[in-house]
Nanobody, 126 residues
Framework: VQLQACGGGLVQAGGSLRLSCAAS????????VGWFRQAPGKEREGVSC????????WLTDSVKGRFTISRDNAKNTVYLQMNSLKPEDTAVYYC????????????????????WGKGTQVTVSS
């Protein structure tokens, strides 16, 4: 079971990136997925999450109106579209899936997450 986040990079403030979280070894479509990020010297924080069907989503306040989470279960992939990026969005971004396909936090809570992908670096220059 593996998750892999990709799509990070260096972008100027105001720019956009789309992160992808792909799964191998299991059907990601059966699980909620969360995106988390960790900036240098800071604790990891929840950014967004989405139910298995994609019918419900949650975004942390600091990214509302700028980020969008979505999924394509046929491709076993979850996306995080990040627009109007700010220097404070600079962090390593991780995707994660829970232990149970019934679990959906609808919040920044990561305690129920079991599977974590290697992160992808997002750097936003001012």
């Amino acid at each position: 079971v593996q998750l892999q986040a990709c799509g990070g990079g260096l972008v100027q403030a105001g720019g956009s990136l789309r992160l992808s979280c792909a799964a191998s070894g299991f059907s990601l479509g059966a699980y909620a997925v969360g995106w988390f990020r960790q900036a240098p010297g800071k604790e990891r924080e929840g950014v967004s999450c989405i139910t298995s069907s994609g019918g419900s989503t949650w975004l942390t306040d600091s990214v509302k109106g700028r980020f969008t989470i979505s999924r394509d279960n046929a491709k076993n992939t979850v996306y995080l579209q990040m627009n109007s990026l700010k220097p404070e969005d600079t962090a390593v971004y991780y995707c994660a899936a829970p232990r149970s396909h019934y679990y959906y936090s609808g919040s920044s809570d990561e305690s129920g997450m079991r599977y974590w992908g290697k992160g992808t670096q997002v750097t936003v220059s001012s």
